[in-house]
């Protein structure tokens, strides 16, 4: 099993350009989330879903947008880049056992540097 | 997570015992988590506690949780150079995890 994977690895985009980074899982989780790490700031919840076809905002949705077309795929958007949105940005995936949905499965991450 | 606080860096010896402590807000957390980021990776569950536990042990890893003081610390017994890493905390909240900004781990030689 492949786990969570992410795609691509890295990126650099322009001010301005748009792009989607593409989360997949294989482990038939329900819930899946995205965050965004930055030096000295932790793990900030952008977007994260609770099943195929919902959606639903983090802490920092500004910026973003999300879909959750199948299970097993979690792809985030963004419009229009800023530098601002230059970080490591983390899929994370978790099952629906009672009690335990929040413990979360990573996939190894999207640096990404907009300039 | 501006609720779940932890402090930045820790240094110890090789073979020492590493403590690394969290404190959170959230009373009503089911379970509280320990999480590890190496370098260029991404976060690797490490254990977790159920909130009416005091202790858990698994192996080189001892969890206490003090819930009426909100705190919670990880042990890391004959700490070895390959833990360095950062270590965050996190708590339960909604339907995600609330993470503190993690703790640097160096263990020297």
């Known amino acids: 099993n492949a786990g969570v994977t992410q795609t691509p690895k890295f990126r650099v985009l322009k001010t301005g350009q748009s792009m989607t980074l593409l989360c997949a899982q294989d482990m038939n989780h329900e819930y899946m989330y995205w965050y965004r790490q930055d030096p000295g700031m932790g793990l900030r919840l952008i977007h994260y879903?609770?099943?195929?076809?919902?959606?639903a905002k983090g802490e920092v949705p500004d910026g973003y947008n999300v879909s959750r077309l199948k299970k097993q795929n979690f792809l985030l958007g963004l419009e229009s880049a800023a530098p601002s949105q230059t970080s490591v940005y983390f899929c994370?995936?978790?099952?629906?056992?009672?009690?335990?949905?929040?413990?979360?499965?990573f996939g190894p991450g999207t640096r990404l540097t907009v300039t | 997570g501006e609720d779940v606080e932890q402090s930045l860096f820790l240094s110890v010896r090789e073979g020492d015992s590493s403590v690394i402590n969290c404190t959170y807000t959230d009373s009503s957390s089911t379970y509280l988590y320990w999480y590890k980021q190496e370098p260029g990776a991404g976060l690797q569950l490490l254990t977790y506690i159920f909130s009416n536990m005091d202790m858990k042990q698994d192996q080189r890893l001892t969890v206490l949780l003090n819930k009426k003081d909100k705190h919670l610390s990880l042990r890391i017994a004959d700490t070895q150079t390959g833990d360095s890493a950062i270590y965050f905390c996190a708590e339960g909240s909604g339907y995600a995890l609330n993470f503190g900004k993690g703790t640097s781990l160096l263990v020297t030689p």
């Open positions: 994370a995936t978790s099952p629906p056992m009672a009690g335990r949905e929040y413990e979360q499965y």
């Open positions: 879903s609770v099943g195929e076809g919902t959606t």
